[in-house]
């Protein structure tokens, strides 16, 4: 296990009142499978939904009812599977999690067990510092999630909707790898992004796709795991840092005063920003699993795996490489790009040119970054209601690499595009925004900023740092539409500086 | 599995597991019920202790006796919206919600 192996980081070390603490996480997330039925029937998976609409009589365990499984929701678990770099077990087992709540009306959750669908993998984590990790994953299993219990409508009694009832959940638990908060917020991310690029859990975490128990412990660096707090349900990735720098403060304020760490499981209460004991929970921990009778092994072939790790999309780690390698990105403007599939795909069509060439990277690159996403930040639009299409952007950087327009015009003329559309060539040469590279009339325009300021020219020949005045001067003259290079040139000639 | 483990005690419940067992499954059971209760499982555990004899070494463990594959089902909805049946049978509802005793923690 990488938790003995990795060697303590002391930047993340947490001090205590009698030396540093090391902090050790493990997480399982719950992603909530992209399918359009449940697990187990042909109920929908649509958010929202009137009060226990989308139900069938399997979701609500009326009595006879039997389960059969979606056939989508196995190929996604491969996915994700094959995602993760993990081993596929081509045959898995489902099995009865007994426990009694009012959203189970089964009385138990059909999860699996000891034969999970998938077994070890690994995620590789970049940190925005340039470092790297790889988290281990232990396994990824299949299981129903259940319904929703509503505690605020009523005084005395507690509302039951099933609409979640029996919607497939991909459990996926990672070793204990993770040494920070900022390390567990990052391989959620990371988690998410992969997930998402595979289109096997839209990862909005909002509507609860994705959800966190968060196991924290803490210890000496160096000496054996400390006994463990798992943190349940945290369902924001900033609450995941949140919870495990309050409860590893907590865990070392209690060793420190002498006390023991009781083995237990937690919430994180969002207001208040502590985690607090859920005092019932350690004896319902009996879930007494056995396998489901009405549910045969789950069989799988080898060629159905190969024919679904044929038809996976790139993922975020081989496009990473590839932007840096085939358009000389630096790896964090690559990192940025591919975080989302889809601004991924907006980068690759500006760069590629309609006649099948290709725009430099570097240039496309800082553009999307720069101004595109600053725009659409502001705005608070996704990459796909970019009101610039990347035909649109790619042209105006054509015109700046044509040397039709400076840098300067051409962040006018994307405003242009971005609030009234249209064809940034046209738009150029509709309102005259070409750039003067004839050197007559930028010529003229310096000659006539020299003969009305004899003053300055005196000063330039003194302080040749004055020239930015001079530079200008000339831009305003010309409207902003005077190649920069062009004026450098010439005034540096006209007034006899080097 | 927990089903082919050997045993050399034959299996049998006390009177605090079958309180436990009961109360895992929220069943309110009184004192007086126990000992009869008690019974009556290990009556079960002796009858099905007989498999304990068979020798089961190298054998796989098996939840089907059925030759046959997991059936899979396409990924359509086919069924729900019918929300006034869900609830058909519960005590009580609101606004097709089922109404359970405050459960929060």
Known sequence: MNAHTRPADPAKLIKGATGDWEIIIGMEIHAQVSSKSKLFSGASTEFGGEPNDHVSLVDAAMPGMLPV????????????????????????????KNYFYPDLPQGYQISQYKSPIVGEGEVIVDMLDGSRFTVGIERLHLEQDAGKSLHDQHPTMSFVDLNRSGVALMEIVSRPDLRSADEAKAYVTKLRTILRYLGTCDGDMEKGSLRADVNVSVRRPGEPLGTRCEIKNVNSIRFIGQAIEYEARRQVD????????????????????????????????????FPDPDLLPLELEEAYVEELKRGLPELPDEKK????????????????????????????????????????????????????????????????ASPVSAAQLGAIIDLIGEDVISG??????????????????????????????????????IDAIIAANPDKVEQVKAKPTMLGWFVGQVMKSTGGKANPQAVNALLKAKLGIE | MICNEIRLEPMSVDATTVRRIAHLARIAVTDDDIPH??????????????????????????????????????????????????????????????MVPKVVE
């Open chain 1, 321 to 384: 490489a590839r932007f840096v390698e085939s358009f000389g990105l630096s790896s964090y403007d690559a990192a940025v790009l591919v975080a989302e599939r889809e601004t991924a795909d907006f980068f690759e069509a500006v760069v590629a040119k309609s006649d099948g060439g290709a725009r430099d990277g570097k240039a496309v690159a800082n553009w999307v970054i720069n101004e595109l996403f600053g725009r659409l930040n502001k705005e608070g639009l996704a990459v796909t």
């Open chain 1, 69 to 96: 499984i979606n056939a989508e929701c196995v190929a996604q678990a491969v996915r994700s599977g094959l995602g993760l770099k993990a081993e596929i077990n081509l045959t898995s087992v489902f099995d009865r």
């Open chain 2, 37 to 98: 209760l008690q019974g009556e499982l290990n009556a079960i555990l002796a009858f099905v202790e007989e498999l304990d004899t068979v020798d089961v070494t190298g054998v796989e463990p098996m939840t089907s006796v059925t030759p046959m594959a997991l059936i899979q089902r396409e990924d359509v909805v086919t069924d729900g919206g019918y929300p006034d049946d869900i609830v058909a049978n519960a005590p009580m509802t609101e606004d097709h919600f089922f």
């Open chain 1, 408 to 445: 300067k015009i051409a962040k006018d003329l994307f405003e242009i595009v971005w609030s009234e559309g249209g064809d940034p060539r046209q738009i150029v040469e509709d309102r005259g925004m070409k750039q003067v590279t004839d050197t007559g009339a930028i010529e003229q325009a």
């Open chain 1, 254 to 289: 209690i060793l420190e005063d002498g006390g023991v760490i009781d083995q237990e499981t937690r919430l994180f209460d969002a207001g208040k920003g502590e985690t607090r004991s859920m005092r019932s929970k350690e004896e319902a921990h009996d879930y007494r699993y």
